[in-house]
């Protein structure tokens, strides 16, 4: 379901653009972001539950699929060429964490995708410097919580 939902945002993203040309109705936009919203809360209330009730061992195989899904989207993304490139260096960035990641954490559904590794090859030849930078992050931590060790 959530691939559905993210993969219909991705195409409402690219209607986006002819919406804000005035050639479409920008409702079909904000009834994507309602529904993306909406999807996202269920889906942290129902982490939430699992965890509170002991019940997390299927979360691990499921965030790495909705990750590698969504890194897909991202990657389709930028063969919008009316995308921004505020955009392209926010979805790069995103690319090269998810790349980094992959190579902090042995992730087997991600790294047996060869179209998948790929696209995370080709991140990290995009930004070499912000590659190293996310290399000496402290991954030992959570992410907002964690200091670079370099």
């Known amino acids: ?11 409402v993203f690219a209607l986006g653009v002819q919406a804000l040309a005035g050639n479409m109705n920008p409702l079909f ?3 994507c972001a309602v529904e993306h919203g909406l999807y996202d809360t269920t889906h942290d209330v129902d982490t939430l539950h699992r965890f509170k009730i002991g ?5 691990e195989a499921e965030l790495e699929q909705d990750v590698l899904l969504d890194a897909t989207l991202l990657n389709s993304l930028l063969k919008d060429k009316a995308l921004s490139e505020s955009d392209r260096k ?9 790349s980094v990641m992959n190579e902090k954490f042995t992730i087997e559904s991600w790294r047996s995708d060869k179209e998948f590794v790929k696209v995370l090859e080709a991140a990290q030849h995009d930004d070499e410097a912000h590659v190293a930078k996310l290399r000496c992050f402290d991954w030992s931590q959570p992410m907002w919580v964690g200091k670079p060790l370099c």
């Open 55 to 59: 019940k997390s061992e299927s979360l």
């Open 29 to 31: 936009s904000k009834q």
């Open 90 to 98: 926010r979805i790069n960035g995103d690319l090269r964490l998810i």
């Open 1 to 11: 379901m959530r691939a559905a939902i993210i993969f219909l945002c991705g195409a």
